[in-house]
T-cell receptor
């Protein structure tokens, strides 16, 4: 079985642009979460979706939005990019019912660079 | 909100030496998870601890969950170069998110 897949793997954008990142969870997993990891720090929670509904949102501005599709894949959108948005964006899926009583499986991430 | 702190931030050891990283949460945790991230890679799940005072071993790795379920530790015996990476602990905050510590970066001199 394929693991969590994310696309693209690398991306360079200019300040003010918009970006869409994509994630396909492990087959059968209905929960998808997004994390931002700045170099040298731990992952910071952005969103969690379960069964296409937003279950949680971290302390990120409204420029960040996400959605989950009927096949449980997900997109993360970031508008009006700032230099500080440069980071590794990680998608994680889990097999639980949206809670964290089971392990999270992370994708390889999308490395976003804003110039 | 919940905070998870890890110490040390960095640790450099000679191959064969032991290594320990400590994790402390500002709140009582329902469980604690440990992840390893190799340089240039993504976090990979190592283990989950659920019970107060629980100790689990994976070969040379020993994980411990504190009695109050607010702290945890990871101990590696006789480090090998394959142990290089950053080790994160993470605890659930509610049902929505995992809160990660800032990680302990382990480097090893062969």
């Amino acid at each position: 079985d394929a693991g969590v897949t994310q696309s693209p793997t690398h991306l360079i954008k200019t300040r003010g642009q918009q970006v869409t990142l994509r994630c396909s969870p492990i087959s059968g997993h209905k929960s998808v979460s997004w994390y931002q990891q700045v170099l040298g720090q731990g992952p910071q929670f952005i969103f969690q979706y379960y069964e296409k509904e937003e279950r949680g949102r971290g302390n990120f501005p409204d420029r960040f939005s996400a959605r989950q599709f009927p096949n449980y894949s997900s997109e993360l959108n970031v508008n009006a990019l700032l230099l500080g948005d440069s980071a590794l964006y990680l998608c994680a899926s889990s097999g639980g019912q949206g809670g964290w009583d089971t392990e999270a499986f992370f994708g390889q991430g999308t490395r976003l660079t804003v110039v | 909100g919940q905070q998870v702190m890890q110490i040390p931030q960095y640790q450099h050891v000679q191959e064969g030496e032991d290594f320990t990283t400590y994790c402390n949460s500002s709140t009582t945790l329902s469980n604690i998870q440990w992840y390893k991230q190799r340089p240039g890679g993504h976090p990979v799940f190592l283990i989950q601890l659920v019970k107060s005072g629980e100790v689990k071993k994976q070969k040379r790795l020993t994980f411990q969950f504190g009695e109050a379920k607010k702290n945890s530790s990871l101990h590696i015996t006789a480090t090998q170069t394959t142990d290089v990476g950053t080790y994160f602990c993470a605890g659930p905050e509610g049902a929505q998110k995992l809160v990660f510590g800032q990680g302990t970066r382990l480097t090893i001199n062969p």
